[in-house]
């Protein structure tokens, strides 16, 4: 009698730590346990602008969450970006979260990846085209109606000639930009056309700009690496035209908070960086497809003096 109370003992506080170990030990995800996907993360990127490495630290926070490889992969030109899709489709990645910055020349190389079953994410770039090249969702601004606010935001502020840089011609969502701003802004209004990321030349030909057109009164500028740029321009053609800019970086918060630049257009890149590879999980983890056939909107929101107190923490985290 005595043995078999010992045994229950024993059985009976054997079972007890089992119990207790099992809820002392972290619950790992499914994802973490059982799947494991490679995703291609392909952009229009180009070396040197800040926005894209925010862009880059979203989509490895979805990845460390979902439990993926994710291969980043960056081109700055139409046929650079079309020959990185065809490379991720020739190693058969489970999916790929793209910028459709060049519909045309990455049409033929879409369908391809398409034809082999990989689904494939648009976002930052694209978004009047990704539902006709077959993407499965689109991650992004819209970036025509973010131009026309732009436009009713310089007409509020009173300006009657504006300039618009833009850094690389024929990518569709900086024309998008463009044209949005011309739909609303009723005064005087020039795309000012500028070599890429070189900003020294950038600098001499907004500064001939200014200085050759006296009546303009605000510079308007495609991506925030050109704010500073933009700045500079002005204040050696001895110009008064204000600085705006789409898109946000961490020198472009300080700018704001100077007074240096008015306001920018965040479209916010963290979000469409962790929203591109997470939209790609679910669809492999458990077949959603989000957004209902329209794009998942990221923006746009303008910061400027009055909000950018709450924006420049999460700028310090380089998240925004």
Not at 287 to 292: E, I, L, Q
Request: glycine letters at 8%; aromatic letters at 8%.
């Amino acid at each position: 009698m005595k043995s078999m109370t010992k045994t229950s003992f024993f059985t009976m506080a054997a079972g007890a730590a089992l119990a207790c170990a099992t809820f002392l030990t972290p619950v790992r995800s499914f994802a973490q346990s059982n799947e494991h996907y490679t995703f291609a993360m392909i952009t229009h990127g180009q070396p040197g602008d800040t926005f894209w490495d925010i862009i880059r630290k979203g989509a490895n926070e979805a990845a460390k969450k979902d439990n993926v490889k994710l291969l980043y992969l960056a081109n700055p030109t139409a046929s650079g970006e079309a020959q990185l899709i065809t490379n991720v489709t020739a190693q058969h990645v489970d999916g790929i979260a793209l910028t459709l910055a060049f519909p045309d020349a990455e049409e033929t190389t879409l369908k391809n990846a398409l034809a082999a079953n990989i689904p494939v994410v648009g976002f930052n770039a694209g978004g009047d085209a990704w539902k006709q090249a077959g993407l499965m969702a689109y991650v992004g601004q819209a970036e025509t109606i973010a131009g026309a606010a732009v436009g009713d935001l310089l007409n509020k502020d009173g300006a009657k000639s504006v300039v618009c840089v833009d850094q690389q011609q024929g990518a569709v969502q900086l024309e998008a930009r463009c044209d949005g701003i011309k739909s609303t802004f009723k005064g005087a209004y020039t795309i000012l056309y500028v070599p890429g990321y070189d900003m020294a030349s950038a600098q001499s030909r907004i500064e001939a700009k200014l200085q050759q057109d006296k009546n303009v009164d605000y510079v308007v500028t495609l991506g925030a690496p050109f704010a500073p740029t933009a700045i500079m321009a002005a204040s050696m053609a001895s110009s008064q035209a204000k600085v705006g800019t789409f898109d946000l970086t961490p020198r472009a918060v300080t700018l704001i908070q100077q007074g240096k630049l008015q306001w920018a257009v965040d479209q916010q890149p963290y979000v469409e960086g962790y929203e591109a590879v997470d939209l790609l999980w679910l669809y492999k983890h458990n077949g959603d497809v989000v957004g209902g056939g329209q794009p998942v909107l990221t923006g746009p929101a303008f910061v400027n003096s009055s909000n950018i107190a709450v924006v420049a923490k999460f700028a310090k985290m380089g998240t925004r």
